[in-house]
């Protein structure tokens, strides 16, 4: 079966430095892939998906993605990170379908001033 | 682009009664439509996955009597919690799908059940 890594629980950075955030799956094959954000109590919003292509991703607010196969990551950038993006980051993975999927365990990024 | 609505956004409901939560996708017909469940502070868990017209189909550990599914039409998916006991309080996401293969899905705003 297949399963997401996101090794960083809690990540805190200050406004204005770059971010990454870790995401490793496991599967024999090239998965799809998303990040996902969610704020306090709120649903979720798609940041980026991979299906193909070119492995560097770019999504909404500024961040990008690459899909590194030969590390089977997925890891989330941003090069300058505001207040509001202090949030709780998803990683999922989809095989055969890309409806159906199976989450990290999130990280959960605080930015301070 | 997509639009997944999710009703009520919160309910309070007493221990022993039934809830019902909906999903509906507005502007396309959503063929296959997921249940997610999520714990505070913890990541979303997949409960199920309803194909319209059919019998929804539960991941081990879920109580399908408990959680009951129905996908009657292809535009709406409902979830009802039966005898909802305190420990069925969380965080419940929908999401829906054309079902096409490369096809992704789109995520309602969720559903705060608390039980009292």
């Known amino acids: 079966a297949q399963s997401v890594t996101q090794p960083d629980i809690h990540i805190t950075v200050s406004e204005g430095a770059s971010l990454e955030l870790r995401c490793n799956y496991s599967y024999g094959a090239t998965p799809y892939l998303f990040w996902y954000v969610q704020s306090p109590g709120q649903g979720l919003q798609l940041l980026l998906k991979y299906f193909s292509g070119d492995t560097l991703v770019q999504g909404i607010k500024g961040f990008e993605a690459e899909f590194k196969r030969s590390q089977s990551s997925f890891n989330l950038r941003k090069p300058s990170v505001h207040w509001s993006d202090a949030a709780e980051y998803f990683c999922?993975?989809?095989?055969?379908?890309?409806?159906?999927?199976?989450f990290g365990t999130g990280t959960r990024l605080q930015v301070t001033l | 682009g997509a639009v997944v609505s999710q009703h009520p956004s919160w309910v309070i409901c007493k221990s022993g009664t039934s809830v019902k939560i909906e999903c509906r996708s507005l502007d396309f017909q959503a063929t296959t439509m997921f249940w997610y469940r999520q714990f505070p502070k913890q990541s979303l868990m997949l409960m199920a996955t309803s194909n319209e017209g059919s019998k929804a189909t539960y991941e081990q550990g879920v109580e399908k009597d408990k959680f009951l599914i129905n996908h009657a039409s292809l535009t709406l998916s409902t979830l009802t919690v039966t005898s909802a006991h305190p420990e069925d309080s969380s965080f419940y996401i929908c999401?829906?799908?054309?079902?096409?293969?490369?096809?992704?899905?789109?995520f309602g705003q969720g559903t705060r059940l608390t039980v009292v």
């Open positions: 999401s829906a799908s054309q079902g096409d293969a490369g096809t992704e899905a789109f």
């Open positions: 999922a993975v989809s095989t055969g379908t890309a409806s159906k999927l199976t």
